[in-house]
Each structure stands twice: as structure tokens, then as C-alpha cells.
């Protein structure tokens, strides 16, 4: 039952730091990726510039920083509970991964405001709030830090199981 307590415990503290970090995630989101300009015409909102390469630009931010928070906490659970709740660990970057980047999209799309100012013949020109157009990068947080945990995982217990053999057995 002990046991238990520790896998849920771990699961819910894992969650619930993703979770708070992804607002940190979407504030930097915000910082980095270029917002697109757009048209307000008649028949609805529509890029100042076709040629434009911001919509790609922010999927690409929101991809990094939730890429590198991935790595991180993905290495930081494996160290913080090497040897014991690992399946809480990894249950918990899985879907503190995914809880966080939702998060990071929410603030993020909101953080950069709105801004509406008067242009030339055919509309409005205005400064939107960030978006995705990929929604695929949404995984990217939980699949990174859950895959160097069992990366982390194999690797290193591997080493130790190998050195405990040569240990066992010399030659």
C-alpha cells in the first residue's frame, strides 16, 4: 500500500509542476515567436503579408520551448526518483507534459493581446494573439520528457547491471 502512496504521489507532485510551468512555457512562448499581422476585411481576418512565415515561426518556438522543458523535467524525475515511483514518474511527465503545454498555448495565445490600429483601403490592420497551426506540437513536451526518462532509464541501468555482472563474475 506504501508503495502505492509513493506512485500517486509522485504522479500528482509531477503533474502539478508541469502544469505550473507551463505557464513560465507560454510567457516565453509569447516573447519569442513573432506575431502575424492580419487584415480585417469583410469576408474575415486575413495575413497583411501572404508570404509570411510568422504562423510557421510560432509553432516552431512553441516546439523548442516545450521541447527543451521536455528534456529537462524528463531528466530531472529520472534523477529525482531514480530507484523508486518510476511509473509514477513517467505517468506523471506524460500527462504533466501534456497538462503543461496546453497550459504554455492558453498563456501564451492570451499574453500577447491585441492591438488594432487603422490602415489603408481594405480593412483594418491588427496585431493577433498567438496560435498553432500545427496542433501536433502539443505532444512534443510529454513525449520528450517521457522518452529520456526510459532513455535515461535503460541507458543507466543498463551500465549498472553490466558493472554488477563484471563484478560477479570476474575473469
Partial sequence: MRH??????TFAVTVLALAALGVAAGFAW???APVSRFVLTDSG?????AES???IAADGWFAVVTGVLGLVSGAVAYFLTRGRAPVGAVLGLAGGGLLGAYVAYQVGSTAAGTAIQAAPPGGLRTSVSLGLTAHGVLLIWALLAAGIFWVLEFVLSYREGAAADADAHPR
Fill in 4 to 9: 502505492l502512496r509513493v506512485e500517486l504521489t
Fill in 30 to 32: 509569447s516573447a519569442l
Fill in 45 to 49: 481576418p486575413h495575413l497583411a503579408d
Fill in 53 to 55: 512565415q510568422t504562423l
